[in-house]
């Protein structure tokens, strides 16, 4: 994990590989911000036009120092229109410079920090940057791009004791979104749901949470149908596992669930080839809830926290579950499954009526769920609906932690195209709003809990170019904003 400390030294002084410098947009032009991260006599020389440098958000340029500064680079990262900056412009513009510096030891960023949280959003910036994936890469391959060891941050708030405490914040955040980075990346030969469940033992060690997992024989003592019938198509079990964070006194009682579909070729209703390689990552919701328990541990919030990770893997095979298929949830409600590929609400289905028989104070459902979502929102912007209250603390953790979340209604009127011939329900209806309709199926299983659905399919795995702190593969969304939902029930203790 990258070190982070925080400075109130001149940026010039540092003697970090690279300075990263921050350059907003004016109406005269690209201009440094802070102004005087630089001696007047080196930044005099520091021609931006003729650099090309224009300011704009997720640009990175390099340059050289000349005398008077430390650092052997100056890296200047754009902020957009430096009037509108934001804690999240910074998040950014420090993701953006810390990402192209791989392979170097340190940096040193001297953005524009007003604010403690300004600052904070830097160091977190910084550190969700500083990510490669190389597990699968062999010789210098391996090492290369390694992100940097070290970053330091400049602000004249460098030694208040709350900024520490900021930063610390920071490091569990990014290591729990790196870890789930790692999982959605991993290859499904190597993910598969017993291996997912030992990875979750692992990762529990010495934090205080527990973790307990449901095998075939136990899913089946328990009525689980939704896990059972999605992975009958594998020659590798499903799983159901439990991860519970319990403190003494808890201010708030709250249950998440994943979707843990470790690949998903859609069964018997098999996808386009095209593409199926991204389905390594449909297990990215079970990723984030893992290590947002995980994190709530670590940071010490006094609110208990269950996770349930419904895993499994959808293949075809002479034994997958059918087309027409009918299938009985735990707890006893039957679904017509009129489509394999609509399969991750069925694992969640299991999942939520687990949940809410421990009548938490609130549940969160997060999945890659609807290729529909993509549709309405695009690759950036994830979607929730559910109870009106609950969705809008998720929208605003959301803003709050820098991640995009959009609220969206659950239109009564399409439930009806779920009703079956032969079942209470069934498993897909409505074809257009078909992430509306996902979330209403989901809603039949949480008993009238207070509850959101998180739906991430697109902004789960970037297939595009890497921006800002975001690499390409696994992102990691969804941590922050369930990790800041569960600050906002902390805060109230």
Known sequence: ???????????????????VIGVGQTPTGPVLAPADALPKAVAATLDLELLGVTGA???????????????????????????????????????????????????????????????AAVAEGALLGAYAFRTYRTGEAATAGTPVSSVEVVTEHAKKPSLKKAGERAKV??????????????????????????????????????????????LTAGGYGGLLGVGLGSTRGPRLVKVSYSPTRPAAKIALVGKGITFDSGGISIKPAK????????????AAVLHTVLAAARLGLPVAVTGWLCLAENMPSGTAQRPSDVITIRGGKTVEVLNTDAEG???????????????????????????????????????????????????????ATGEQFWPMPLPRELRKSMDSAVADIANIGDRFGGML?????????????????????????????????????????????????????????
Do not use: C
């Not at 791989?102 to 001297?110: K, M, Q, R, T």
């Not at 009106?388 to 959301?398: L, P």
């Open 57 to 119: 958000a997720d640009s990175v340029t390099r340059a050289p120092t000349g005398k008077g500064v430390s650092a052997k680079v100056v890296v200047l990262t754009g902020l957009g229109t430096l009037a509108d900056v934001t804690p999240e412009t910074l998040r950014r513009a420090a993701g953006a410079a810390v990402r192209s510096l791989g392979g170097v030891s340190s940096a040193a960023l001297a953005l524009p920090v007003v604010t403690e949280a300004d600052a």
């Open 437 to 493: 309709v996902a979330g209403l199926f989901l809603e039949e299983f949480t008993g009238g809990l207070p509850w959101a659905h998180l739906d991430i399919a697109g902004p789960s795995f970037n297939e595009g170019s890497a921006h800002g702190y975001t690499p390409v593969g696994g992102t990691g969304v969804g941590v922050r904003t369930m990790l800041g939902f569960l600050e906002t029930y902390a805060a109230k203790k």
């Open 1 to 19: 994990m990258t070190d982070l400390t925080f400075t109130s030294s001149a940026p010039s002084s540092l003697t970090s590989h690279a300075l």
């Open 275 to 286: 593409g199926m390689e991204a389905m390594k990552s449909d297990m990215a919701g079970a």
């Open 345 to 399: 609400r069925l694992v969640l289905a299991d999942g939520l009526v687990a949940a809410g028989e421990e009548n938490p104070d609130v549940v969160l459902d997060i999945a890659t769920l609807t290729g529909a979502q993509m549709v309405a929102l695009g690759a950036r912007v994830s979607a929730v609906m559910g109870s009106e209250d609950v969705r809008t603390q998720v929208v605003d953790a959301a803003g």
């Open 173 to 218: 955040l990014a290591q729990a979104v790196h870890a789930t980075r790692d999982l959605v990346n991993s290859a499904p030969n190597d993910l598969f749901p017993a291996a997912f469940a030992d990875i979750a033992k692992a990762a529990a060690k010495g934090s205080g949470v527990k973790v307990t997992v449901l095998d075939e024989k136990a």
